[in-house]
């Protein structure tokens, strides 16, 4: 059986472009969810769930991601909720709840695709135009 999770920018005007591009579950509890979104409606960028979608939170209320989309979100195992995203203006972290911060010297350039390699503590991103990037993670606490 099958349940449609309601998300944030489910009901949002199209014309705007709140469309999901990225789900990430923490791997220790599968209701933790994050989702991101594309398009410029500054309020739909990255968006959390602690109880399985049933209710929602904007996890960029401070507005540190400016009015840019969000194309990709990986989670750092191990961590204390680690998370990566891949906007239009390169890669951004946030760690346990913080504010989203420009991360490493990848290019300033949109990402549309992020994977971590555990085994060798890397995270990989694919970006349009700048080819293929790889960079050190921090060890997760």
Not at 54 to 64: F, V
Not at 99 to 105: D, I, L, P, V
Request: glycine fraction near 10%; hydrophobic fraction near 35%.
């Amino acid at each position: 059986m099958y349940t449609e999770i309601v998300h944030p920018g489910k009901n949002a005007d199209p014309t705007k472009l709140a469309i999901i591009t990225g789900i990430a579950v923490d791997p220790l509890n599968a209701n933790r969810i994050w989702v991101t979104y594309t398009g410029y409606w500054d309020q739909f960028k990255v968006w959390f769930s602690a109880d399985g979608g049933t209710t929602w939170r904007n996890a960029d209320a401070g507005s540190t991601l400016f009015n840019i989309p969000v194309n990709a979100i990986v989670y750092q195992d191990g961590s204390k909720d680690r998370l990566f995203i891949g906007t239009d203006a390169g890669i951004y972290m946030s760690e346990n709840g913080s504010r989203w911060q420009k991360y490493g010297s990848f290019p300033n350039v949109r990402v549309t695709e992020m994977k971590i390699n555990k085994t060798i503590n890397k995270l990989r991103v694919a970006t349009y135009g700048r080819g293929l990037w790889e960079g050190t993670l921090p060890p997760p606490r």
